[in-house]
């Protein structure tokens, strides 16, 4: 199916440059995705199946404002997009002035990341349930190939190949311990110390708890937790309209008030995190935004709407980070 769906994007510019007329603009984002998934409960397989998913959205505008639709399920033809743009442009009129929409008109293409299969899906699901022992082993596994790409009747060819395989799994214990491990494309022969690292990790959970009075503490944290904390400082923490308009989680890091320690480096990694390295909009976007420097803000993310509104470049797709890498450093003993 990859084949078939890079044909589809290549065609795809050409066929959105008849669809338009006058001062029209058509942008249309594609995604498909071929995934193999495994549901684990007690170290045995409870679900498995493969998810198979199309998706194409229009963008239709004029200029002054714009509107989109969504269809899911097997790709439109040429024929089928002519049908869905005459609707577009029957609703157009009656949408209200969009004072920040931002489009690239000036065409790019370009092609990112590499495709990854599900050659080894099978042999990571049974590695996992054999390596987990007598723990109550549960979790997700997912494995195949995702496309995502961004074309326009200006000639925008916008594509990222990637997907892989990801693991999510937890250990529990009958008073309701637990420990997590998320790994991506992780290798066979790392699950088996993976897995004995977390019954090691399980088994001190279950130490006896211990009361501590008020007062500063030096606290470990796993990898696992410092990636739900950082998601939920990036639901709106960097974002330049969020910064501006006051409820950004670190307005007092952006003011200058507060400080984080110096060996902190945050950045928005975007080739390391194999995301898209461009925007529904057609902007091609950098491959590295720092963040945080030596316990400091430095940039804010903008979004090309914020961008137009902000004054400020376009270095995301959302204003919400997708990629986010803690450099690694150092504490004394």
Request: charged content about 20%; some cysteine.
């Amino acid at each position: 199916m990859i084949a078939t769906i890079d044909k589809y994007i290549k065609v795809l510019p050409d066929v959105l440059s008849t669809l338009v007329s006058g001062d029209e603009r058509l942008y249309a984002k594609v995604y498909q995705e071929e995934t193999q998934y495994a549901r684990l409960t007690q170290a045995r397989v409870n679900q498995n199946g493969g998810i198979f998913q199309e998706q194409l959205t229009l963008f239709l505008s004029n200029g002054l404002a714009m509107v989109s639709m969504s269809v899911e399920g097997n790709l439109p033809s040429p024929d089928q997009i002519r049908g869905l743009v005459q609707s577009l442009r029957e609703d157009l009129p009656y949408v209200p002035r969009d004072p920040w929409l931002n489009l690239n008109e000036t065409p790019k293409q370009i092609e990112t990341g590499s495709t990854h299969g599900s050659m080894h899906f099978d042999e990571l699901v049974n590695t996992l349930c054999e390596s987990a022992g007598k723990q109550d082993l549960v979790g997700l596994v997912l494995s195949g190939p995702q496309v995502f790409a961004v074309c326009s009747s200006l000639g925008h060819c916008l594509i990222h190949r990637g997907g892989g395989s990801s693991i999510d799994v937890s250990f529990f214990d009958a008073d309701y311990n637990a420990v997590k491990r998320v790994r991506r494309d992780p290798e066979l022969a790392d699950i088996l110390p993976l897995m004995n690292g977390m019954s090691q990790d399980l088994k001190a959970l279950q130490s006896p708890a211990v009361n501590i009075t008020a007062g500063t503490y030096r606290a470990w944290v796993s990898a696992e937790a410092l990636g739900e904390l950082l998601g939920t400082i990036g639901w709106n923490g960097f974002s330049v309209d969020s910064i501006r308009s006051g409820s950004s989680s670190l307005n007092k890091l952006y003011n200058r008030e507060k400080q984080l320690s110096p060996q902190i480096h945050l950045y928005e990694n975007r080739q390391m995190g194999d995301v898209p390295s461009f925007t529904s909009e057609g902007f091609l976007l950098p491959a590295e935004v720092s963040l945080i420097q030596e316990g400091q803000a430095t940039n804010q993310l903008s979004s090309p709407r914020a961008a137009k509104e902000f004054a400020t470049n376009i270095n995301s797709d959302s204003g919400y980070p997708s990629a986010l890498y803690l450099q690694g450093g150092g504490l004394a003993g």
